[in-house]
């Protein structure tokens, strides 16, 4: 199961910290970063347990759980930017009258009708989780779905990838194996979307690439590694510089 899996398997307190424990192994959800007990791990002059680094990592490499669940595309959280902006700044401790300043809206009142639909959305949340769970242990023809990968652009129909459809796809266009070269670059937006998938598990969480690099691992792939590498930042998976001089992996 990848990080990606792992994520919306997660349970939601494992969510709010932002980690998993899976036996001797401590799990960022956020990006995959590892840790293991029983190893100490240094870091500007502290030295940290596996738990605790990891705890530092989410902080240091993602601002915070919170932070990072924020910026996760509108169809991944159902949240407008306008609530998006309102969440951050109750998060920072702000009050109404210091929200209502800073986002030159109504006044204190308007903040507090604003902090009701919330805690409305939080309610149906429940109820919704509720009832999926329930859902769940009953429904016995619902097929298994591929996660969306938290950093995806562009969140539509594309997305509705069964596991069994999955499968099909990357038989088809990598017939040597995953590891092997891809036969030809599908044609079909959700055909990309799970090829890019496999192709992006090429590379490493929290390295950063040259330029040349992330072309000789493409070249391995795709004769047009070009045209592989924008996809793979057009879909969310790398991102780099503007000026082209360093790529690493989104998280």
Not at 97 to 123: A, C, D
């Amino acid at each position: 199961m990848d990080v990606t899996e792992q994520f919306w398997e997660a349970s939601l307190e494992e969510l709010k910290h932002g980690y998993i424990q899976d036996g001797e192994v401590f799990r960022c959800l956020l990006c995959g970063r590892e840790t293991e007990k029983g190893i100490i791990y240094p870091e500007d002059g502290r030295f940290y347990e596996a738990e605790r680094f990891m705890r530092h990592h989410i902080d240091k490499a993602h601002e915070s759980v919170f932070h990072y669940l924020l910026q996760l595309d509108k169809k991944l959280t159902g949240l407008t930017e306008h609530q998006k902006a309102l969440l951050q700044l109750f998060y920072q401790g702000k009050s109404d009258r210091e929200v209502q300043e800073e986002m030159k809206i109504g006044s204190s009142s308007t903040i507090r009708n604003h902090r009701f639909v919330l805690k409305e959305k939080e309610r149906q949340s429940k109820v919704y989780l509720a009832m999926m769970e329930l859902l769940k242990e009953r429904d016995q023809h619902a097929p298994s779905f591929i996660g969306i990968h938290q950093t995806a652009k562009m969140v539509d129909d594309r997305y509705n990838v069964t596991e069994e459809e999955n499968d099909k796809i990357l038989k088809k266009y990598f017939p040597e194996g995953t590891e092997g070269a891809l036969k030809s670059f599908p044609p079909r937006e959700k055909q990309k979307l799970i090829v890019l998938r496999e192709i992006a598990r090429h590379f490493q969480h929290e390295r950063v690439y040259t330029e040349k690099e992330i072309n000789q691992v493409l070249k391995g792939v795709y004769e047009d590694y070009v045209t592989i590498r924008r996809y793979l930042i057009e879909y969310g998976f790398l991102d780099r510089k503007s000026d082209g001089s360093q790529y690493w992996l989104k998280s």
